[in-house]
């Protein structure tokens, strides 16, 4: 059973727009959620996180945001660019990883159109 | 991305032989990852290493074994290789809690 899950496959936005990326949950002692972006043929790339104890971490155009009473998270992406077309992978692990690894969703293909 | 290095970066094999794939990290990380790849699963966790001969297993390990001797090589071994062990292989690293892990530019392996 997946216990991350990011129901959209694909997502396309305009340029300069606002992109919503979205990712939930089913465990409940996941402490700690990331998001990675992915270009083909390369390793995925660290964007953001945030602790179980926060609800919102900003990061120049990236800002996620987390309610943990609906196992909801989501990454804002503003303005979005080009660049920024790729895959987006959400992950959460329990007690901030070390020990354990990441449990991902499937991922969400982000095309930004011109 | 943080000093990792997978190798080879693509091979081709036949079913039933073995397959070692490297990791090599040089930013001295104590906890070390192997994911797979697969269309519509997302990347899923096969072993970890949190320490020099210290690994464990992760959600799909059946036909995969791990060896870690050193702090800055891990490495996975397919003992007798099948067609479903076809997949793009990441290795990742982590410093340590509440840190990001980064990922290695993957291993694409197809057992023919």
């Known amino acids: 059973d997946q216990q991350v899950k990011q129901n959209s496959p694909s997502l396309s936005v305009q340029e300069g727009r606002i992109s919503i990326l979205n990712c939930d949950y089913t465990?409940?002692?996941?402490?700690?959620f990331l998001w990675y972006k992915k270009y083909p043929a390369e390793g995925p790339t660290f964007l953001i996180s945030?602790?179980?104890?926060?609800d919102k971490n900003e990061d120049g155009r990236f800002t996620v945001f987390l309610n943990k009473s609906a196992k909801h998270l989501s990454l804002h992406i503003v303005p979005s660019q080009p660049g920024d077309s790729a895959v987006y992978f959400c992950?959460?692990?329990?007690?901030?990883?070390?020990?354990?690894?990441?449990?991902f969703g499937k991922g969400t293909h982000l095309i930004i159109q011109p | 991305d943080a000093g990792i290095t997978q190798s080879p970066r693509h091979k081709v094999t036949e079913t039933g032989t073995p397959v070692t794939l490297r990791c090599h990290q040089t930013?001295?990380?104590?906890?070390m990852y192997w994911y797979r790849q697969d269309p519509g699963h997302g990347l899923r966790l096969i072993h970890y290493?949190?320490?020099?001969?210290?690994?464990d297993k992760g959600e799909v390990s059946d036909g995969y074994s791990v060896s870690r001797s050193k702090t800055e090589d891990f490495l996975l071994t397919l003992e007798s290789a099948t067609s479903s062990q076809t997949s793009v292989y990441f290795c990742?690293?982590?410093?340590?809690?509440?840190?990001?892990?980064?990922f290695g530019d993957g291993t694409r392996l197809s057992i023919l």
């Open positions: 992950a959460a692990t329990l007690s901030g990883g070390g020990a354990d690894g990441l449990t």
């Open positions: 465990n409940s002692m996941f402490d700690y």
């Open positions: 945030i602790s179980s104890i926060k």
């Open positions: 930013e001295n990380h104590r906890y």
């Open positions: 290493s949190y320490g020099v001969k210290d690994t």
């Open positions: 990742a690293t982590q410093g340590g809690s509440n840190q990001p892990q980064h």
